[in-house]
């Protein structure tokens, strides 16, 4: 199936159809500016030189004046894509009643519809007046004929889909789009694009209601960005997610399949199911338990299936394959089975109107395609959109009602009140439906022929009875991809309904739905869905995940990574049986590299996280997250009861609610302004400082580091505690060293020593401690293969909260402790002196190459920091192996892990030849503005007072302006001053070998050119390209820039004042244009003396 195909042609039919069907309005004198009005004339207008059945217009505009113009032309675009996908599907398949294409020719070489070559055949079938379409057919208007014969074949198959084909007297007949035969027009889209031979499978009728939806989908994703909460008229394309096909498979073959291979042990069923799940070996007394479970009198006809969010009927319509199996092997007549299962078996419940139009579609041409003469038997598939009660109390037929009738059909006004919002999780508790039924029925034969308006409430009524029925039965199978939906985008009546309904659940709409199922769910039925993974591990679901496995156990569970569904998210399949406790499962784990052409290679996959266990043991662990890959060593170190919460105090940072307000880089602001070294909170304010440096988290690292940003702390923050939207925490406790960690990774788990001074920001947790001793042993078992192998099985969602640190086992053993301590403190040393070698840091003191210099050649320098850099990460490596060994040992988890560390989890630096060459350029550059010295360690000015002093050895720019030139117009422009610089540190013997080397390094040397060459190349391009890289976007070195590039000139941040950019145009933009113009002329007059 060429879903690239499929999704281009209905994304492109939905745009076209809006803009046709807005046109239409239009023409109907319907539009954003308002609504004509025309004079009738005996129940039609005229409007231009058509007329108009004014019954209908009117229809039409109480539609607009109820719904608003935006959503009626939503719903007239998707009503006719319904139709026209529908229509297709049928004249493909050969399941059209009258066996005569309506929209195509057999002959690809034709375009005009085959119903045009033969309207004799189809006459009778569909009523047509022969004399108008040879009328139409004379005069060549194929236009008119096509609508007219489209419109009669919709009429003819309201008789046998009417969910789907309204009668002629609908309105939407006057929206029909113009020149659907023309190239490019989406009839013509819909023939063309997609190949004949997909339109043969009922899967693509997802796939196009799903692309459809998408671009709507993704407006309301934008709207969310801008806090836009999610309408209920939206929910429907904002949850809108198709399930693969494989996953539809294992989910119903593991539970409608497993239902009738457990009562019927000697069935073939399960030869025919792909993804079937053999039984686990039972304890003896569990399987004892399953065999009294057995129904071997089961009949098909008692097997009942809801899916109660079933879009456009995925689950179901796999559901009638696998029930069709069923009933074949019981002998059952083909040709019956269809009409037996969709009276019996599936149910279906939808909130999106379109949605449940397709979804009853796709069942009907399941059952047409196993019975052709399934139309006949005016069978209609259990698939109910669920309404609102709107209208109802002003109809004829509630009057009609005795008092309690009336009773009961208030409370189900006021339960379905607001039912596209809530859909399947309303839970109905309505005593009295039978007089409510009864009473209708008593109505309708009184009232033989009741007015439109009369029957469309006795009709609101029954759907309201109807879906009550649906939501308060229970099922053997309720099976579902519900909708995901997380509590940031949910819009007030649904947060509110859920805060008092769902409070367990309420974190995201899918966990809801779970939740709702189990009530839905018989007795030993099963319930089973595919949904985001998040409910197996977040501490916000730990209540309703205890709930969950206290009344069901799992079957099965398909665990699966990133875009595996085709969404960046983990998620799982899931099936779960009701009131059988202790059952062994099979849990597995796919990812994305484990499918080929869209499903698995092997199934179930053995790999390291394969398991059958059993899903109660979940509740030995604190959380009880379903952590189905963990060993019995694992479950032993979580029943010692002793977890790091116990000793220390895990915390979580406070949140300022507006990090660009009061966050910044510590290199952004004047050094002077920050305090870097409070102990307390009165020492801080003894200083009188603006700014205090803040534990924010960061990227990957271990020990030491990601020290680089400063909060607004001034008067004790007091800025911050007024806003509102600030939460600041535990301030007794700020400036106290601790070990940190980033809230979310992106991988393996890093913990860093803090020492005193600190604030801590919400994206970063930490320990507190009382002893030093103690803080060093934790910070090794954090930063081992132990601690990230359980913190995997706590939360593998990679959200590492204090919460879920403090629930780590930890084991005080002492018999080590001296040696960790010693192992520790070394790879904290040997984590700082990385840090701080590089300019990020604020105790950089010299650079490197600087440091390790033992000669004249700058080659030999980098030789030298590379030896003491590379001696450095073998050690930590050698380290942190030995760190694990010790833990590996301590936790009993040998047999799990293994010590070796590999190198890119080390992380302390390696020297980098082009690295560290264009870093000592940048400290070059450093040294020239002035930040920092030849003369001292580290900065030598970040803000206040200025002083040439600090500057012998090599002189600092005095006018804070460093031009960067495609030639030396200046004597002192960049690449002069940096030639200075290499010539000052390294000698100048050895100055052109030096520079050969550093071109060498930064830049790919081009073919004849010198090194100054090269190096001036880099400065133009990609000197400041590097420098905005390196200071996260917050550079420190303004650009100011030509437009064409031909004037470039740097200057220091901490050292601009009011003059600098008038010195900038008049001591150099202004003189590099009187050179230029002088070399211009001098250029030109020896040109004219060659010539002459």
Not at 570 to 596: F, M
Not at 752 to 766: E, K, P, Y
């Amino acid at each position: 199936m060429n879903k690239s195909a499929i999704k281009k042609f209905a994304t492109e039919a939905r745009t076209k159809l809006l803009e046709q069907v807005k046109q239409k309005a239009f023409e109907l004198g319907i539009s954003e500016k308002g609504i004509e009005e025309y004079p009738d004339s005996g129940g039609v207008i005229s409007i231009g030189s058509n007329f108009i059945d004014k019954k209908k217009r009117d229809q039409l505009i109480q539609r607009v004046e109820t719904k608003g113009l935006d959503l009626v032309f939503e719903e007239m675009a998707y009503t006719w894509f319904n139709r026209f996908i529908a229509l297709r599907f049928m004249e493909v398949n050969g399941y059209l009643p009258t066996g005569v294409r309506i929209l195509s020719s057999e002959d690809p070489k034709r375009v005009e519809p085959e119903i045009f070559r033969n309207v004799t055949l189809v006459k009778d079938s569909l009523n047509l007046d022969l004399e108008y379409v040879f009328e139409l057919q004379d005069k060549g208007d194929s236009e008119r004929l096509f609508k007219y014969l489209v419109l009669a074949q919709c009429n003819a198959l309201h008789e046998v889909l009417p969910f789907m084909f309204e009668p002629l007297e609908d309105y939407s007949e006057l929206l029909f789009p113009n020149n659907l035969l023309v190239e490019n027009s989406v009839i013509r889209q819909m023939i063309t694009s997609i190949d004949e031979e997909d339109w043969k499978e009922v899967e693509i009728i997802g796939w196009l209601y799903q692309f459809y939806v998408s671009e709507k989908k993704d407006e309301v994703f934008a709207g969310l960005k801008k806090n836009k909460k999610i309408t209920k008229e939206n929910i429907p394309a904002a949850t809108q997610l198709f399930t693969p096909k494989w996953i539809v498979q294992y989910m119903v073959e593991n539970s409608v399949g497993r239902l009738w291979q457990e009562s019927h042990p000697g069935s073939e069923l399960q030869n025919n199911l792909e993804y079937y799940l053999e039984p686990v070996e039972q304890e003896p007394e569990v399987q004892a338990k399953l065999d009294e479970l057995r129904n071997p009198n089961l009949r098909p006809e008692e097997i009942t299936v809801m899916d109660p969010a079933c879009g456009s009927g995925h689950i179901l319509v796999y559901a009638f394959d696998v029930l069709y199996q069923i009933y074949r092997e019981q002998g059952y007549l083909g040709t019956d089975i269809p009409n037996q299962i969709l009276k019996n078996n599936l149910f279906g419940l939808e909130i999106d109107d379109r949605a449940a139009q397709l979804a009853s579609f796709a069942l009907v041409m399941q059952a047409r395609g196993k019975d052709p003469n399934f139309f006949k038997k005016s069978v209609l598939p259990n698939i109910i959109s669920i309404q609102e009660p709107n209208g109802v109390q002003d109809s004829f037929v509630y009057a009609k009602l005795s008092k309690e009738a009336k009773e009961v059909a208030n409370e189900l006004i006021t339960t379905y009140q607001d039912a596209k919002n809530l859909g399947s999780i309303i839970n109905p508790k309505i005593d009295g439906l039978d007089i409510l039924k009864n009473e209708l029925v008593v109505i309708r034969e009184n009232s033989r022929s009741l007015t439109g308006y009369a029957e469309d409430g006795l009709v609101r009524l029954n759907t309201l009875i109807r879906q009550t029925e649906l939501l308060s039965t229970k099922y053997d199978v309720v099976i579902t991809n519900p909708p995901y939906m997380g509590s940031k985008g949910m819009n007030a009546q649904l947060t509110e309904f859920l805060k008092r309904v769902h409070p367990d659940t309420r974190g995201d709409l899918f966990a809801v739905f779970m939740q709702r199922m189990e009530s839905m769910t018989k007795r030993y039925g099963f319930h089973v869905t595919v949904t985001m993974q998040s409910w197996m591990f977040l501490s916000s679901f730990e209540k309703y995940r205890k709930e969950l496995l206290d009344s069901f156990s799992i079957i099965g569970l398909t665990h699966m990574g990133n875009m595996v569904m085709g969404i960046a998210f983990g998620t799982c399949a899931t099936v779960l049986q009701k009131n059988v406790q202790a059952i062994q499962g099979t849990y597995q784990y796919i990812e994305l590299s484990d499918l080929e052409n869209g499903k698995p290679t092997q199934f179930p996959l053995i790999n390291d996280r394969y398991s059958q266990t059993c899903s109660s043991s979940f509740q030995a662990i604190p959380g009880s997250p379903i952590a189905y890959w963990s060993s019995d060593s694992i479950f032993k170190l979580f029943s010692l009861d002793k977890y790091i919460k116990d000793y220390f105090i895990p915390k979580f940072g406070m949140s300022t609610g507006q990090g660009e307000k009061y966050i910044r880089n510590w290199y952004e602001v004047e050094k002077e302004h920050i305090c870097f070294d409070a102990r307390t909170a009165e020492q801080f304010l003894s200083k009188n400082k603006k700014w205090n440096i803040l534990d924010k988290g960061g990227p990957y690292r271990k020990w030491y580091g990601n020290a680089v940003h400063i909060v607004n702390w001034e008067n004790d923050g007091i800025e911050i505690r007024n806003d509102q939207r600030s939460a600041v925490r535990s301030p007794h406790l700020f400036f106290k060293p601790h070990v940190s960690w980033t809230l979310v990774t992106s991988g393996s788990f890093s913990a860093r020593m803090f020492s005193h001074g600190f604030i801590l920001d919400t994206a970063s947790n930490c320990l507190y401690f009382k002893d030093d001793i103690i803080q060093l042993q934790v910070l090794g078992f954090l930063n081992t293969k132990v601690a990230d192998y359980i913190l995997k099985i706590l939360n593998p969602t990679l959200n590492y909260s204090c919460g879920v640190i403090g629930l780590l086992p930890y084991i005080h053993e002492t018999s080590h402790i001296n040696r960790v301590n010693v192992l520790v403190q070394d790879a904290i040393a040997f984590s700082q002196y990385d840090w701080d070698s590089f300019e990020e840091s604020w105790n950089f003191e010299r650079h490197p190459i600087l440091v390790h210099k033992s000669g004249s050649l700058i080659e030999e320098a980098f030789n030298n920091w590379e030896f003491f850099a590379e001696e450095q990460f073998r050690q930590l490596k050698a380290n942190e192996e030995e760190l694990n060994r010790i833990f590996i040992e301590i936790y009993g988890l040998e047999d799990e892990l293994t010590p070796e560390v590999e190198d890119e989890d080390v992380t302390i630096r390696r020297a980098d030849r082009e690295r560290d060459l264009k870093s000592f350029v940048s400290y070059a550059v450093g040294c020239m503005f002035g930040r920092y010295s030849l003369d001292e360690k580290g900065l030598a000015f970040a803000g206040g007072d200025f002083d040439l002093d600090k500057y012998k050895t090599f002189a600092v720019s005095k006018d804070n302006v460093l031009p960067i030139l495609a030639d030396r117009y200046f004597e002192e422009d960049i690449v002069t001053r940096f030639v200075e610089f290499v010539k000052v540190t390294f000698g100048e013997e050895t100055l052109e070998e030096n520079l050969e080397y550093i071109a060498d390094s930064i830049i790919n040397r081009r073919a004849s050119e010198s090194s100054r060459e090269a190096i001036r190349r880099y400065f133009l391009n990609d000197f400041y390209k590097d420098h905005v890289r390196i200071y996260k976007k917050r550079p420190i070195y303004w650009l100011f820039k030509s437009t064409n590039g031909t004037f470039n000139a740097l200057v220091y941040l901490h050292r601009y004042d009011q003059d600098t950019v008038s010195r900038i145009r008049t001591d150099y933009l202004l003189e590099l244009q009187d050179r230029l113009a002088a070399e211009d002329g001098s250029l030109r007059q020896l040109l004219t003396t060659e010539l002459s």
